[in-house]
T-cell receptor, first 112, second 113 residues
Framework: DAGITQSPRHKVTETGTPVTLRCHQT?????MYWYRQDPGHGLRLIHYSYGVKDTDKGEVSDGYSVSRSKTEDFLLTLESATSSQTSVYFC???????????FGDGTRLSIL | EDQVTQSPEALRLQEGESSSLNCSYT??????LFWYRQDPGKGPEFLFT???AGEEKEKERLKATLTKKESFLHITAPKPEDSATYLC??????????????FGQGTILTVHP
């Protein structure tokens, strides 16, 4: 199994509160990704990173920010959570070009 | 814009009843097609990568094939433990710099004993 740990695994919070999800890898892979998975939409890319302090937006980045201060950690922040951000969030890592991405087991986030 | 369509949405099989899942794609230039398996409450687990038309990969009861427009995941004599959602994703030429994948919505496979 790829060494990817997501935390927390479950979280319930209220609208308007800040939320930070963490992805930690032990593989020393360069690329890291955050996805959300929703019924009817499949997996959609939120943000990605191609190195320490190097990040960029994916297709559904509004309302989310990310940071990567160390190779092993990639943080996803919802500055002010909304109910539409209730979802399951997955982190993925990739080593080199054309190689597959490997996924963590996700964080189930509920915003009430 | 890249598009990936998987069919059927759901498939119910009896143990031992072989079948195939389909993944049709539209991309500007295919650089890789990936199959994943996802169990409830878990992240997608990588199964296969296919890079060019005519390529085939096998693993236990699963065999993935690729043409210029679609990929098939053949399941031979499935067992109940093969029950899962199977996801297909494509990497196109424009996305190779950071590995952006476009995913299909998956096929939910249920194998009854």
């Amino acid at each position: 199994d790829a060494g990817i740990t997501q935390s927390p695994r479950h979280k319930v919070t209220e609208t308007g509160t800040p939320v930070t999800l963490r992805c930690h890898q032990t593989e020393n892979h360069r690329y890291m990704y955050w996805y959300r998975q929703d019924p009817g939409h499949g997996l959609r890319l939120i943000h990605y990173s191609y190195g320490v302090k190097d990040t960029d937006k994916g297709e559904v980045s509004d309302g989310y920010s990310v940071s990567r201060s160390k190779t092993e950690d990639f943080l996803l922040t919802l500055e002010s959570a909304t109910s539409s951000q209730t979802s399951v969030y997955f982190c993925a890592i990739r080593d080199r070009e054309y190689q597959p991405q490997h996924f963590g087991d996700g964080t189930r986030l509920s915003i009430l | 814009e890249d598009q990936v369509t998987q069919s059927p949405e759901a498939l119910r099989l009896q143990e031992g009843e072989s079948s195939s899942l389909n993944c049709s794609y539209t991309v500007s230039g295919l650089r890789g097609l990936f199959w994943y398996r996802q169990d409830p409450g878990k992240g997608p687990e990588f199964l296969f990568t296919l890079y060019s038309a005519g390529e085939e990969k096998e693993k236990e009861r699963l065999k993935a094939t690729l043409t210029k427009k679609e990929s098939f995941l053949h399941i031979t004599a499935p067992k109940p433990e093969d029950s899962a959602t199977y996801l297909c994703a494509v990497l196109d030429a424009g996305g190779t710099s950071y590995g952006k994948l476009t995913f299909g919505q998956g096929t939910i496979l249920t194998v009854h004993p």
